[in-house]
């Protein structure tokens, strides 16, 4: 599947790298809460540098499909964009991920950061956005 990846990157000095597949790919959006503490966020944004972020972690997303994935956030609120193959089940990977190794002891730790319930899965915490407009 990766294999048929175009790995051109175009980028716009003020804006962002885009990266292009060489296929249709489905864009995925979903949206968190953070706690409303500055010191917990600046920790939350820590742990998901390159230097901080757990390497399993990040494996286990390729590994399970996902191109590629994008974190913003404004204040408490974030919102992660993720770009995947249009052959992609989002409910399997989803499953997949979780049995990953680290993976519950990753969303165990970031927890402490984010407004969850104890236990729960990457999956659970994040909630889809629908898209109600577009312009292309």
Not at 61 to 78: C, F, P, Q
Request: hydrophobic share 35%; net charge negative.
């Amino acid at each position: 599947m990766h294999e048929e990846l175009s790995d051109v990157v175009k980028h716009n000095m003020e804006g962002y790298k885009v990266k292009e597949y060489g296929q249709a790919v489905k864009r995925y959006c979903q949206t968190m809460e953070l706690r409303d503490d500055p010191e917990l966020i600046k920790r939350y944004r820590q742990a998901h540098d390159s230097e901080h972020a757990w390497k399993e972690i990040l494996e286990g997303i390729r590994s399970v499909g996902i191109l590629e994935m994008e974190i913003y956030i404004h204040e408490t609120r974030l919102v992660m964009i993720v770009e995947t193959p249009l052959d992609f089940d989002w409910d399997s990977a989803m499953a997949r991920l979780a049995t990953l190794p680290r993976q519950q002891e990753w969303e165990d730790y970031v927890a402490l950061f984010q407004k969850c319930k104890e236990g729960e899965s990457s999956d659970e915490k994040w909630k889809m956005m629908e898209r109600m407009f577009y312009l292309y």
